[in-house]
């Protein structure tokens, strides 16, 4: 490549410039800077529910039943100890249930805002996201407002979860 630039001016005087040693803001360093720091934020972007602290819980038999849908034969399930919070007689917090095993593959996490009283017999499903990748990476494929009412089998999993979030509350 020809390092030299040069420039007729209007008196028809030719100036040359050596350009080989100039920085040019498109380099290919800082293009690849760029292109590696575009790529770490989208990495950390994808992590699920920015600044969660996920514990992960006992489950019940019952661990891929996720009351409204049947998405896992079997899960996990973890609560957000940050979301967890009082408003007057009930508490809300957020519970990650992520498939183990999946009756679709099409889904293999979802995540859940729950109201709960904390008398051990139901929780109310506020709303859901669903995902495709484990432990909710990446955007949600469909999102969902419910506000249903789960009556707690003994001993299942969505009272185990419940019950850990109640007694954990700060």
Known sequence: MNSNLSYTHDNSETESFDI???????ST????IGIISIFFMLTIMMEPSHGANWVEVEVGE?????????YFYTASRYID??????????ITYVELINAK????????????????????KKVVWQKFAIYKAAM???KPIMRLNPNETEIFRKGGSGALADAFAC???K
């Open 136 to 138: 909710a990476k990446g």
């Open 20 to 26: 080989s040693s100039r920085n040019t803001p498109y």
């Open 62 to 70: 019952d661990s891929g039943d996720t009351y409204l849908w049947p």
């Open 81 to 90: 100890v940050e979301s967890i919070k009082r408003t007057g007689d009930n």
């Open 29 to 32: 360093s800082s293009f690849a």
């Open 167 to 169: 007694s954990f509350e």
């Open 101 to 120: 095993k999946a009756i679709s593959a099409n889904v293999s996490s979802l995540v859940v805002s729950k109201k709960s009283n904390c008398d051990g």
